[in-house]
């Protein structure tokens, strides 16, 4: 349809499913420069010792500001899988795959719920081992002073260990 962009194959934000990841708009900008270096983090307060996942900018435990960021594991084993055929978001083609994924004893957090991709529909089966996936998404156009800037982007999912 002509006059609107996302069927013409360019960028929407309106439809854009994935959060915008700099430090101007985002508090926990420092989980996505940890993606894009390969790591998978969260936050652990410094008062009480809470690990929250997804990370938090307060600890829901004794709401100290004062949260540092550790590594989580980047393999886990899949304890069930989820296929969505119907329901999904515009922008994604279906099937989206989704895993509630178990990290080995002595992690911070012991599951994480998490998109599987790089994968086919009934590739993947529970007790399998997959790794950390990041990927990039499309960059942001984001207003900074009076001039606009594209943020680059990065995401994450697990895929099947090879």
Not at 82 to 87: I, N, P, T, V
Not at 116 to 145: R, T, W, Y
Request: aromatic share 12%; with cysteine; glycine share 6%.
């Amino acid at each position: 349809m002509k006059g609107v962009p996302i069927l013409e194959g360019r960028y929407s934000n309106i439809l854009d499913m994935f959060p915008v990841e700099c430090k101007e708009f985002n508090r926990i900008y420092t989980f996505y420069n940890n993606l894009k270096e390969g790591r998978f983090t969260t936050t652990k307060c410094k008062g009480c010792g809470k690990v929250s996942y997804p990370p938090r900018v307060i600890c829901p435990e004794c709401y100290s500001e004062k949260l540092e960021w550790i590594d989580l594991p980047t393999r886990g084993k899949v304890v069930t899988i989820a296929e969505k055929w119907r329901g999904i978001p515009i922008c994604f083609t279906p099937p989206l795959i989704d895993a509630w994924i178990e990290f080995p004893d002595g992690s911070p957090v012991k599951h994480v719920l998490s998109r599987l991709i790089n994968c086919e529909v009934g590739q993947v089966k529970e007790g399998d081992e997959v790794q950390l996936a990041v990927f990039d998404v499309p960059s942001h156009p984001m207003d900074k002073g009076k001039e606009s800037i594209m943020v680059d982007r990065v995401f994450f999912a697990f895929e099947p260990v090879k």
